[in-house]
T-cell receptor
Framework: GAVVSQHPSWVICKSGTSVKIECRSLDFQATTMFWYRQFPKQSLMLMATSNEGSKATYEQGVEKDKFLINHASLTLSTLTVTSAHPEDSSFYIC?????????????FGPGTRLTVL | AQSVSQHNHHVILSEAASLELGCNYSYGGTVNLFWYVQYPGQHLQLLLKYFSGDPLVKGIKGFEAEFIKSKFSFNLRKPSVQWSDTAEYFCAVKGGGTDKLIFGTGTRLQVFP
């Protein structure tokens, strides 16, 4: 099946710094990628939809200036948490949308655990 | 707006017991429905999906789900669970012509030998 990777798998940073998380589709091209946030023992909350070559579409309540998304190529999307604060600590998961033959299916990355001190 | 509810937050079963996890969604139009599983320390994996056709969908690892349109439900079932089924299970819905997945809150399943 299609493989999606994320880097780093975990990161610890100081409050006020910025952190970049990469999401790559390893064996397929993804024109659309999604970024989710998962709090402990809770569900995945969609943050934004990332489309290659265009601006990301953010969900209501998600600060676009804080969570910068760049989808520069068909295999790479990045999420940058700017001026991170402890409340940004969470598990961030990306997914990539495949095209045929498994059209309309999202494949998920393993997630990145961010801890802001 | 679409929403998904999973009524069982935590289910504890013995091996060989039967499993049914509830999932209800709210959306009046055509929907695609999914069940994902997240094993401890691993990423989300697709168990099964429903787009159209036979409302009884069979997935991997012996799981199946039934789409009942009149009840807006898509319950997950397995006749005999194994210890290795211990995981978090998420129901998700996609509709309205978008590619966005809306997830339920998840059900934690623990299976004891």
């Amino acid at each position: 099946g299609a493989v999606v990777s994320q880097h780093p798998s975990w990161v610890i940073c100081k409050s006020g710094t910025s952190v970049k998380i990469e999401c790559r589709s390893l064996d397929f091209q993804a024109t659309t990628m999604f970024w989710y946030r998962q709090f402990p023992k809770q569900s995945l909350m969609l943050m934004a939809t990332s489309n290659e070559g265009s601006k990301a579409t953010y969900e209501q309540g998600v600060e676009k200036d804080k969570f910068l998304i760049n989808h520069a190529s068909l295999t790479l999307s990045t999420l940058t948490v700017t001026s991170a604060h402890p409340e940004d600590s969470s598990f961030y998961i990306c997914s990539a949308l495949t095209s045929a033959p498994s059209y309309n299916e999202q494949f998920f990355g393993p997630g990145t655990r961010l801890t802001v001190l | 707006a679409q929403s998904v509810s999973q009524h069982n937050h935590h289910v504890i079963l013995s091996e060989a017991a039967s499993l049914e996890l509830g999932c209800n969604y709210s959306y009046g139009g055509t929907v695609n429905l999914f069940w994902y599983v997240q094993y401890p320390g691993q990423h989300l994996q697709l168990l099964l999906k429903y787009f159209s056709g036979d409302p009884l969908v069979k997935g991997i690892k012996g799981f199946e789900a039934e789409f009942i349109k009149s009840k807006f439900s898509f319950n997950l079932r397995k006749p005999s669970v194994q210890w290795s089924d211990t995981a978090e299970y998420f129901c998700a819905v996609k509709g309205g012509g978008t590619d966005k997945l809306i997830f339920g809150t998840g059900t934690r399943l623990q299976v004891f030998p």
